[in-house]
């Protein structure tokens, strides 16, 4: 950690410049996004370069400049979803095309991939889960989100993956990350973010969750540290490596089943016992 820190403390004088690079690189793509939108209508997408809805086309330097600049300015303050966002579209390209193969391989997995459903307050209805038993899988899931004060309208749009299926990969990462820390038992606080960022980080190999996990907890206050370190680093770790690939859980079919039933069958290991007052420290 101490090493870490030291190496983390060489980049702060090139914080800013980082951050004004990255602001006119992204303003430069998003314009010439809206210029392209204004000269071709949806049919030309394909001859424009666009090949999805949201998509901006970016070349190998671009996506190597919206990478540094984004993962300096999310280090500097982990609260940026968007910062954090380009960093996964802009170097996840390799770990995606993983993701995918391990979708294909599964008959779950090929059905997403198939169907592409997603998750937004339009797709699911957030109060009928409310209404179900305590104890199943929606009600955890909606009690989470009513915990924590988020919706399933809080994931950003994918814009700077150059393949539209592995794009459709990042969307349904990003969808089903809240349901993750519904399986886990994790919150959304820092602690919390950063257990199930070393989790994803064993099942996805995305850099984004490495640099997440490997980072963050610098941040951290020692006794934060100390707890990560001792405990919830090694559960994710163990829970990772021995749980079932979630992206191939076609999470909507399964609100109805009782979540302790669900993580027996995902083979996820409980979470750490927290008290009163370690959950408030967290």
Known sequence: MIFLTRISNRFTSKKSCCERLLARSLT?????????????TRHA?????????????TSLLQKGLLAVGSGVAAFFDPTRDDMIAVLGESTGYYALKKIRRLMQLD???????????RITSATINVPALRELPEGTFGKEYTNFLDRNKVTPDSRLPVRFIDDPELAYVMQRYREVHDFNHALLGMPTNIVGEITVKWFEMVQTRLPMCTFGSLLAPLRLKRSQQERLVNTYIPWALYAGYRARFLMNLYVEKYFEEPIDLLRKRLNIVSPPIATKRTKKQM
């Open 28 to 40: 430069s793509l998003e314009l010439t996004n809206s210029q392209i939108e204004d000269d071709f």
């Open 45 to 57: 997408y394909k001859e424009s370069g666009i090949l999805y809805e949201h998509h901006i086309p």
């Open 107 to 117: 008959k779950e997995g090929q059905k997403i991939l198939r169907e592409r459903p």
